[in-house]
């Protein structure tokens, strides 16, 4: 045990020594820790904040950093053995959970604190977390008659069984599909497929190019492959992953899994008397009903609907041109390329070598310096899970250290897809005064550079990274000194969005432009009729994507307001159902979209997944401040860093909006920026 890296009490992990068999005893003793802990907080007689919660808060502490660590590996580096050591660990995570959370003399000590006397002095963010704490508690089914609590518990450890499962059949059905193209089948394709293809073909030991279904993979033949039956095929591949579509997906089918985790989840809701899922879900977000959120969805597609159908004519025409009859779902992707190309004079390939990797990175810090006065330095020698990965401290304009950053941005196999940002230790102030700095793991999957060039990212990659920035800072720039609302703890599903989608806006601006690009061979930023080009491309077919996200929001959200839990067919109606009002452009009759819909089935996103919008609302009017007084107006730049990101969830998310903007949100800087009018 002494020599488990994960029980080490050092700042930082160490990373480069943490093996799969670490996990599991890690995870055994830290547990056993706890439990003994607990119980000694509960003799005491009379509860306070002091005797109680805070000796909770940094046992909890201790487990979510090694705990957090264990996800993290399984996430970026899920070889097998890494896979069925996390595994193992689940139901001795869940069942942890579920003892603490149900747990009734942790809830009356929490309570009795909510009633004595020192409650009157306790701050406004301590109050606000004993009552997210009572809120919890019942959520996690403290109340409770035995009998169902040990229901609920087991229902929960199946839950984080099969939505694990999910994952690995999502990731598993990707990178297990290869094709090997033809040298006719490379027609259309730019330098860095067919480098990426060349690549994928070496691991193998082989020549040619070979290409899978991990999203580089795919988005490079699905948006250049000039064989229309190519991309026919990799399309179908691609939209029927992990399904029960053809026999080699049959390993990786994720039907059964959905079926159960629907039922699943009606079962929790049920048990804690909440008429479906989708109202547990709320429960703990800033939308309160369903209807609140179902008429915000369809409002938006009221709105979006007609210039959806706009864009499709104009795409349905451009493709005719090219002899296209009937437009199909596998040529969306790539006439629309080839029309922005045409329109704009554009294509996105043209951007790439204006925005290498360590310039868009450098940008990318740049933008916070200038905002929010924060700077990042880059730290050596620090022990990670792999050569890629970078650390970073950051510090703000009085020269203090506020936290720090793993960055982790290449695709490499076993590693999930997407992108993310996660918290490896949340900001919190110790009893003897000093501070745990927040860390965040930042990770990507852009395409890795190759041969001596630097990785050469899309545009769409920029906003990406800008994106997790967005997330990062609010984690390590809070000042909140109690773990559970600081960072992004405590914050609303619904409101957590807000940073990250605040961020993407530099990546649409003139001025945030210059920073973020510079040839990666003439060290020159992007060009003006470049630059201009890609401004006025902005909201090309905005209301597509905007449709896009309503689609899956509404989809989402209908799964889990049935009070009878599914089965597939039944979800494949309400796919149909939702298409029919949302959807302009073809369907594939046989795509099995949520079989691969992971933010619902194995993340947190169940009847949450509209937040993305309900969140853009906020982080486009806020960002409209910035249009008002200046991109880069220091004022506003503070502002938004000590009414929002250093806040985090200490105060109710309207609040803290209010603060910064003065009033309401509203929706006009939204529709603005996707270029769809207000009525
Ligand atoms: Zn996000």
Redesign the pocket.
């Known amino acids: 045990m002494a020599n488990n890296p994960l029980l080490q009490k050092k700042p930082l992990l160490e990373f480069n020594k943490i093996l799969p068999k670490h996990f599991k005893p890690a995870l055994v003793t830290i547990l056993k820790t706890n439990r003994i802990a607990i119980k000694k907080l509960l003799l005491q007689k009379n509860f306070t904040w002091d005797n109680f919660v805070e000796p909770l808060e940094a046992i909890n502490n201790h487990l979510t950093f090694i705990w957090s660590a264990i996800c993290h590996l399984n996430a970026v580096m899920g070889n097998e053995k890494n896979r069925d050591s996390y595994t193992k660990c689940l139901p001795l995570i869940t069942k942890y959970i579920a003892d603490i959370s149900q747990n009734s003399k942790i809830y009356e000590a929490f309570r009795s604190i909510t009633k004595n006397k020192e409650y009157k002095l306790l701050d406004s963010v301590q109050k606000r977390i004993l009552s997210n704490e009572l809120r919890d508690f019942i959520l996690a089914g403290v109340a409770l008659p035995t009998r169902e609590k040990r229901q609920f518990t087991k229902l929960k450890q199946r839950l984080a069984k099969i939505s694990n499962k999910f994952s690995y059949n999502v990731i598993d059905s990707s990178q297990n599909y290869l094709i090997e193209l033809t040298k006719e089948q490379t027609q259309g394709l730019p330098e860095y497929a067919l480098a990426l293809g060349q690549a994928n073909a070496r691991k193998k030991n082989k020549t040619g190019w070979i290409f899978s279904l991990d999203y580089p993979s795919y988005n490079a033949l699905i948006t250049f492959a000039d064989s229309r039956s190519l991309r026919k095929k990799i399309y179908i591949a691609y939209v029927t992953r992990a399904s029960d579509f053809n026999s080699f997906n049959k390993k990786w089918d994720n039907t059964k899994i959905i079926e159960e985790i629907l039922k699943i989840r009606s079962k929790l809701a049920k048990l804690l008397s909440f008429k479906n899922y989708a109202e547990y879900s709320l429960a703990t977000k800033m939308a309160k009903t369903p209807k609140q959120v179902l008429d915000f969805l369809h409002d938006l597609t009221k709105r979006a609907l007609p210039a959806g159908k706009k864009d499709l004519a104009e795409l349905k025409q451009f493709a005719k041109k090219h002899g296209i009859k009937k437009i199909e779902p596998w040529d969306l992707v790539y006439y629309e390329e080839k029309l922005s190309k045409e329109k704009f004079k554009l294509s996105q390939e043209d951007l790439r070598p204006y925005f290498p990797e360590p310039q868009v990175l450098k940008g990318v810090f740049n933008i916070a310096k200038l905002l929010y006065g924060i700077t990042f330095k880059e730290k050596k020698n620090i022990p990670v899970w792999h050569q890629d990965v970078r650390f970073f401290e950051v510090y703000d304009q009085e020269r203090n250290l506020r936290g720090q950053l793993y960055l982790d941005l290449y695709y490499r196999e076993n590693k999930r897809g997407g992108a993310w940002m996660d918290e490896c230790q949340t900001r919190q102030c110790l009893k003897n005064g000093c501070i745990q700095l927040p860390i965040a793991h930042l990770v990507c999957n852009f395409s890795p550079p190759m041969g001596n060039k630097p990785a050469l990212l899309t545009h769409q990659e920029v906003l990406t990274l800008l ?1 997790e920035f967005g ?1 990062s800072l609010q984690h390590v720039l809070t000042k909140v000194d109690y773990i559970s609302a600081s960072g992004i703890k405590g914050v609303p599903w619904d409101a957590i ?1 807000l940073p ?1 989608q605040f961020m993407e806006n530099w990546g649409w601006q003139k001025e945030g432009i210059k920073l973020l690009s510079k040839h990666y061979k003439t060290k020159v930023p992007l060009p003006k009729n470049l630059l201009q080009k890609l401004l006025a491309s902005h909201t090309f077919h905005a209301a597509t994507s905007i449709l896009r996200q309503i689609e899956f929001s509404l989809i989402d959200f209908e799964l889990h307001l049935k009070s009878k839990a599914l089965t597939i067919e039944q979800c494949k109606k309400i796919v149909r159902k939702t298409q029919k009002q949302t959807r302009v452009t073809p369907v594939f009759k046989h795509a099995r979209s949520l079989h691969t819909f992971s933010h619902i089935f194995a993340g947190g996103y169940a009847a949450g997944y509209y937040s993305y919008k309900w969140a853009e609302v906020l982080s486009a009017d806020a960002f409209s401040k910035f249009e008002e007084c200046g991109i880069f107006d220091l004022c506003t730049g503070r502002k938004f860093l000590h009414s929002i990101l250093e806040t985090g969830g200490s105060e109710d998310p309207m609040v803290l909006f209010k603060k910064f903007r003065g009033r309401m949100p509203k929706t006009d800087a939204l529709l603005r920026h996707y270029g769809i009018n207000k009525k």
Request: proline fraction near 0%; charge should be negative.
């Open positions: 994106h997330h969005e990250s």
